[in-house]
């Protein structure tokens, strides 16, 4: 129990005394092993510039959840070549996670180890891990090394959330929502208030078709995000499909997924109707869909050319006109043909049967 | 000018109350297709065709109008409505089919007052592309609306005109091909099947009531019609199961037909080279249950070139639908047994590029025009088919042969519209009505009125006498010479006169009074002449010529054979003039006694006969106290006498002037009579 005390108080002045930064409020982040602990009484609190710097693994910006397990196996065949040449072996490893401007936490690991974890780290703070090592020579001299360069990392414990998930100029006019397609825009909005989003993840169902895109969002994560895709259906056009969209942040959580139903037609011709025929029994209404927001307005004329109806859209960016079979007096039109103009332009025009 | 200013100012107003009249909305009925209107011509006269469709239209428009083609007609339309759409009709008309059938029911339903019609109406649409509610595009498709139509009309003279009536039955169907039925199920999209009624009515208002007030001349042209479309109504099955019934359609019209010439002031010698040129107007109103008013207005000239054989007919419409106003052209040549017509119109649309349509048409068998029926008539061997031929020979107004028409009716079953009819065609009967007349408003003293009818009586007779030959007989140039005083056109009057070769003491009368009008001395041997040809049923005559003779021989200053003549007057038995006298001079009462008395005292103290010419003078104050010159003796006895004690000639001289002033005022036949 004294030796253990000596310890304590001898690390407490090599951290002073060999530029351990460690602030007052340090604290160890797991038990140290006995044997570490029995070579430490006998240090040499003096770091020796000749030894190789370690160096840790990269360390991702985001670290998914409370743990964080740092390692240096990769980066590290340098420094023990160099070791080798000097007949040194590595004893033991310090590492430290520095906590900014909350705390600092660290530890010793045994020499043949890789890793080392901390557990219930903060949350959402820049985290910098930084590691040394305790090398001995065949005397059994030991030797302190320089700390290596801090890797960075925040811890990201949340799921991020998805705000919005819509697909530009989709049409809810009539029965079923659709869009002009294959080619789509698709609005995300999405936030990760202690992580960062690193991909947007759109999946497309239809029939045959089931697929996943991600967006990496060139590479670079983002808080918040609001930003529109151009995404491509596969499924054909006229059928029904679902498009489900989900965000990923860095330390790989996946939001809630939102999801739509439409389908989507092919841009040609300028101006379709449907359903047609158009069975006002059965449907109440037919969509008379154009290829642009600017037409505001449709003419129904009979075969003869007299008008028989005019629709408005309901908002300027609707890009289509629904009509109820209705004339201007709010009675229904007879079975029969009838053609829909859209702005006058004798060119924009479509064929529409009701059938009653 | 100023009539022709209201003109313009009526079918101005009329255009805009066409298109002051918006059609509010309420298009989309069912059996659109059979109301839109087929035939360029129809089409041309922007629709107002209901009371004209004297084509194979008829079947379409107004099956009653049938009986108005005068031949067989085989017509056939084609339309590019808007976007591929299609509409067609083929019609055709069997007028008067089976004219000379014996059979009772053969000759009811296909004799002589009947039309049979057969007519198709189609509208096709192709390319509708069929889309499921996902707008999964299943292909193409089409809609076709078809009519198959069967007419029958018939016809019926009347008192009152020639009314026509007519009914339309029609088979519809519309239907939908090339459903994918597999993918998307459409109910209703089966051919649906219906059939209505249509019926037509025609008048031409010959001698209706109220209509009677307008001269035949300008009543022929007119003829009004109307129609209920739908009167049993078609309709198309609801997917829901009831029935989608098309609207009954109430259309009625008229149409004018203004012959050019009869409108043009004779004055202007161009009437003449106009011909049969004609304009033709037709006003159509529309109603449909549930639904606003349609106003239809249209117009068609119709220029003969004669040099071609060939009809050019521009037309012109305007309305208050969706095409506003259209312009046609129709160009028909016919022949003697075929015709042929091809007729175009363009009518405009306020979005589209409009309806441009041609129709062209075939016309076979003989014309049934006014020739063909007044062949019928005389061969017809009952006084009621003479009737009904005549009448159509009047309604096909301005024909050759309307004068054996007229006289036709006016000496059968017309009796009442005599006068009318003989109006239409002028000639002898009616100038011979007119001079009645004018006699007759002479007895009651319309002088005005008289005139004028004797004005247009010499009109009706004018024509005759000026012709190389002349065709009057000689009471006729009598006749016409009494109607040429009667409107004071004395020179004319004796320039017929002169002319009769054997004058009669009629004649030589009103030659007589002619001449006294123009002051000409030569009345006083005209006169002579009359009372020459004395004869004992002409009494009056011989009265009216001896006063006439007096009259001119003392204008003349040849006394003594003025006071002979009078004294022969005097001597006369007749000196009450009958019920029937010739008014001209006319007399305030029937006594010309005290006139030849009052004259003689005058002559007789221009002869320097003083003492008689007072002492005659007193005796007509004495005689005929009440009677004008009994009474005007009375005035200037006093003066008279004193003038004679005192042997005051002078004084009596210029009394006996003025008193003859004062007589040839009254006696003047050319300040006299029309007082």
Redesign the interface.
Same mark, same amino acid.
């Given at each position: 129990m004294k030796n253990r005390a000596i310890f304590i108080g001898l690390l407490f002045v090599a951290v002073h005394v060999f530029g351990f930064s460690h602030q007052n409020d340090a604290k160890l982040a797991w038990q140290t092993p006995a044997h570490i602990e029995a070579v430490l009484i006998e240090l040499m609190l003096e770091v020796d510039p000749e030894l190789p710097v370690p160096v840790l693994d990269h360390e991702k910006p985001f670290t998914r959840g409370l743990n964080n397990t740092v390692t240096w196996m990769d980066s590290m065949d340098a420094v023990y070549e160099q070791l080798l040449d000097m007949q040194m072996t590595i004893q033991f490893w310090a590492v430290e996670a520095r906590i900014a401007g909350i705390d600092t936490v660290w530890g010793f690991v045994d020499g043949p180890e890789r890793s080392a974890a901390f557990l219930n780290l903060p949350e959402g703070i820049g985290i910098e891990y930084r590691l040394r090592y305790y090398a001995i020579e065949a005397s059994g001299t030991m030797h302190i090394s320089d700390w290596s360069r801090a890797e960075i990392s925040v811890q990201d414990a949340s799921r991020p959330e998805i705000l919005t998930f819509d697909i530009l100029q989709l049409q809810n006019i009539?029965? &079923?929502p659709?869009v002009l397609g294959p080619q789509i825009e698709v609005h995300v909005q999405a936030m990760d208030t202690d992580g960062q989003i690193m991909q947007i993840a759109i999946q497309e169902i239809g029939d045959e078709v089931d697929r996943v895109l991600f967006d990496d969002l060139d590479a670079h994560p983002r808080t918040v995000i609001d930003t529109t895709l151009q995404y491509t259906l596969l499924t054909d056009? &006229?059928?029904?499909l679902t498009i489900k969209g989900w965000v990923v942040d860095v330390a790989e959580f996946y939001s809630d997924t939102l999801e739509m139903q439409f /389908?989507y037609?092919a841009s040609d011709?300028k101006v379709?109707?449907?359903? &047609?025929?158009f069975?006002p029994?059965?449907?109440h209404c037919t969509?008379i869909?154009i290829e642009n927001e600017e037409a505001q307005e449709a003419?129904i004329?009979?075969?003869?050319?007299?008008?028989?109806?005019i629709l408005h859209k309901n908002s300027l960016s609707d890009m289509a006109f629904k009509w109820d079979g209705t004339?201007?007096?709010g009675?229904?039109?007879?079975?029969?043909?009838? /053609?829909c103009?859209i702005n006058?332009d004798?060119d924009l025009?479509?064929?529409?049967?009701v059938?009653? | 000018m100023k009539k022709r200013m209201i003109y313009s100012v009526v079918i101005a107003l009329l255009i805009a109350g066409t298109r002051s009249l918006c059609?509010?909305?309420?298009?989309?009925?069912?059996?659109?297709?059979l109301r839109?209107g087929v035939g360029a011509r129809a089409m041309g006269m922007g629709r107002a065709f209901v009371a004209i469709a004297d084509d194979a239209s008829a079947v379409y428009w107004n099956p009653s109008c049938m009986l108005e083609a005068e031949r067989a007609e085989l017509s056939s339309m084609y339309s590019n409505?808007?976007?591929d759409?299609r509409?067609a009709y083929i019609g055709l008309i069997l007028p008067r089919l089976l004219e000379s059938a014996e059979n009772p029911w053969l000759r009811w339903f296909f004799g002589p007052d009947v039309s049979w019609g057969v007519g198709w109406t189609g509208?096709s649409?192709v390319?509708?592309?069929?889309?499921?509610?996902? &707008?999964?595009?299943l292909g193409q498709?089409d809609?076709g609306?078809n009519a198959w139509m069967l007419s029958w009309a018939k016809e019926r003279v009347g008192q009152f005109g020639i009314l026509r009536a007519g009914i339309t039955y029609k088979i519809i169907n519309?239907q939908?091909t090339g459903?994918n039925n597999h993918v998307?199920t459409?109910?209703?999209?089966g051919p649906?099947w219906s059939n209505g009624l249509d019926i037509g009515l025609t008048f031409r208002p010959i001698h209706a009531p109220v209509f009677r007030v307008v001269s035949l001349k300008y009543l022929l042209p007119l003829q009004l019609g109307m129609s209920i479309q739908n009167l049993v109504q078609p309709g198309?099955d609801?997917?829901?199961g009831a029935s989608?019934h098309f609207p009954r359609v109430y259309r009625y019209g008229f149409s004018y037909r203004f012959i050019l010439q009869d409108w043009i002031p004779e004055a202007w010698n161009f009437r003449y080279k106009l011909g049969n040129m004609a304009v033709l107007f037709a006003f159509d109103r529309e109603h449909y249950s549930g639904a606003d008013a349609g106003t239809y207005f249209g117009m068609e000239g119709q220029i003969p070139i004669t040099a071609l054989n060939v009809w050019l007919l521009p037309r012109f419409g305007v309305n208050n639908?969706?095409?506003g106003r259209s312009l046609g052209f129709g160009f028909s040549m016919p022949f003697s047994s075929a015709a042929f017509k091809l007729d175009y119109v363009h009518t405009s649309?306020p979005?589209?590029?409009g309806?441009t349509r041609f129709c062209l048409s075939v016309q076979f068998r003989h014309p049934q025009n006014a020739g063909h029926f007044q062949k019928r008539a005389h061969d017809a061997s009952l006084s009621k088919e003479m009737l009904r031929y005549d009448h159509l020979v009047l309604s096909k107004y301005p024909n050759e042969y309307l004068e054996n028409a007229v006289n036709d009716i006016a000496a059968t079953a017309d009796r009442p519209y005599e006068k009318r009819l003989y109006a239409l065609v002028g000639g002898m009967r009616h100038a011979e009505l007119l001079l009645e007349d004018a006699n007759l408003l002479l007895r009651k003293r319309d002088i005005v009125g008289a005139r004028r009818k004797a004005l247009e009586s010499s009109r009706a007779y004018a024509p005759n006498f000026l012709q190389t030959e002349n065709y009057l007989t000689g009471d006729q140039m009598i006749d016409y010479g009494e109607a040429l005083i009667i409107s004071g056109k004395m020179r004319d009057a004796v320039t017929v006169l002169e002319e009769i070769e054997e004058p009669t003491i009629r004649a030589n009368y009103l030659l007589g009074t002619g001449y006294q009008g123009l002051s000409d001395s030569r009345a006083i041997e005209a006169f002579n002449s009359a009372v020459n040809q004395v004869k004992p049923d002409q009494n009056d005559l011989v009265a009216l010529s001896y006063l006439g003779w007096a009259e001119s021989l003392v204008k003349d200053k040849q006394y003594q054979p003025a006071m002979m003549a009078l004294s022969s007057l005097l001597n006369y038995n007749a000196i009450e003039l009958g019920e029937d006298y010739p008014r001209f001079p006319i007399f305030e009462d029937h006594y010309i006694q005290d006139d030849a008395m009052f004259l003689m005292g005058i002559t007789q103290i221009m002869a320097k006969n003083y003492q008689d010419g007072v002492s005659t003078l007193y005796k007509t104050l004495r005689y005929y106290p009440v009677l004008t010159y009994g009474e005007t003796s009375n005035q200037l006895i006093d003066e008279l006498t004193i003038a004679l004690e005192r042997k005051d000639f002078d004084r009596l001289d210029t009394l006996a002037n003025d008193m003859l002033l004062s007589y040839y005022s009254r006696h003047d036949p050319s300040n006299r009579f029309f007082e």
């Open positions: 009539g029965d &079923n659709w056009p &006229n059928m029904p /389908f037609m011709p379709v109707c449907f359903p &047609n025929p069975v029994y059965q449907d969509v869909k003419k004329y009979d075969p003869f050319g007299n008008l028989i109806r004339n201007e007096q009675h229904q039109v007879a079975s029969g043909g009838y /053609f103009i006058d004798r025009y479509c064929k529409i049967a059938i009653r | 059609s509010s909305g309420d298009a989309g009925q069912p059996g659109a297709f839109y409505l808007y976007y759409s509409y509208l649409m390319g509708f592309e069929q889309r499921t509610r996902y &707008n999964e595009y498709f809609m609306e519309q939908f459903l998307m459409v109910d209703g999209a649906d198309w609801k997917v829901e989608h639908q969706t095409e649309h979005v589209l590029e309806d």
